[in-house]
DNA sequence: AGACGTACCTGACCGC
DNA sequence: TGCGGTCAGGTACGTC
């Protein structure tokens, strides 16, 4: 379900609930996900407490005390949830992990998510952390770093923003928004960018996810933070899900295509 | 090396 | 009402 802005609010909404609790016990309900669970996450979980609650990309890091890190990702449906400790599990529930007056809970029906444990000190080398680009809200996200990344790349930019390599984050909807706003067409290969062209991407990337951010993330389907409030930025969405709707610039239709078999939206009018 | 297709899954929704 | 087909926010991997 989630993308960065997503990833972001549910880890701020989690914050108060975990960071300084202790974890009393970790229970595995179904121990099937991408990757199988650690066979021995119980004991690894039991009594640790949960120093601090980080991102890296879509990852949300539980750093515990005695040097381990609980990594979560979400994949396309997963959902990390608060609950009170009468809770009763429910359907796609895979681990609840019981905390001095919480229950944290989560839940995957497509099971495209991801939970690890790694030693803290070791997180860089991780297979799945270790290819990272950079976070496009830090500042070492520039035009330049973008320019660069993409002088040699033949494939379309849409596909380049998604890249996990070459940036952190951006999905298939905030990148469709994040072209629409640049005025850059998703069909452009990405090696005919100009560097004035990145200067625009790159500051369209950062305000899209700030302002979903601010929004408390997009939930088209059924995405809810943790603290069960539906975040609001799909009801600002330009082009995402607008297919021959009217463009906010210019009312001529928004035109839906496929591109590696995700839908893209855009505006041929206002995208060159 | 880079580009591209495929695979992993369930559930919601649409048209018949 | 029920059925089959299609689509969905992610990412790793195999193959060319």
């Known amino acids: 379900m989630p993308e960065l802005p997503e990833v972001e609010t549910v880890l701020q909404a989690l914050k108060p609930h975990v960071v300084g609790s202790t974890i009393a016990k970790a229970s595995v309900l179904f121990p099937v996900l991408r990757l199988p ?60 992990i019981s905390l001095n007056d919480k229950m944290l809970v989560y839940n995957d029906p497509r099971r495209f998510g991801l939970i690890d444990i790694i030693e803290t000190n070791k997180i860089h080398e991780h297979k799945l952390l270790c290819n990272l680009g950079p976070e496009p809200l830090e500042s070492e996200f520039t035009a330049e770093y973008l320019s660069e990344v ?80 539906k975040g609001h930025f799909q009801h600002h969405f330009a082009v995402y899900g607008k297919g021959g709707k009217e463009c906010q610039i210019c009312f001529k239709p928004i035109v839906k295509i496929y591109q590696s078999g995700r839908a893209t939206f855009f505006c041929p009018n206002c995208q060159l």
């Open 150 to 229: 993409l002088k040699n790349r033949q494939i379309f930019i849409k596909a380049a923003i998604m890249d996990g390599k070459l940036l952190v984050g951006v999905g298939n909807i905030y990148a469709s928004e994040a072209l629409f706003m640049a005025g850059i067409s998703p069909k452009r290969k990405a090696n005919t960018l100009h560097l004035q062209d990145c200067e625009k991407l790159v500051s369209s990337i950062k305000k899209v996810l700030h302002a979903a951010i601010n929004s408390g993330g997009s939930s088209i389907r059924d995405f809810v933070s943790t603290d069960g409030n």
């Open 37 to 96: 669970l650690p066979h021995n996450m119980t004991e690894l979980l039991a009594s640790k407490l949960i120093i601090n609650i980080k991102r890296r990309a879509k990852y949300i890091m539980f750093e515990l005390e005695g040097g381990l890190t609980l990594l979560v990702h979400l994949g396309m449906t997963g959902r990390l949830t608060v609950a009170n400790l009468d809770y009763l599990p429910v359907k796609h529930d895979h681990v609840i």
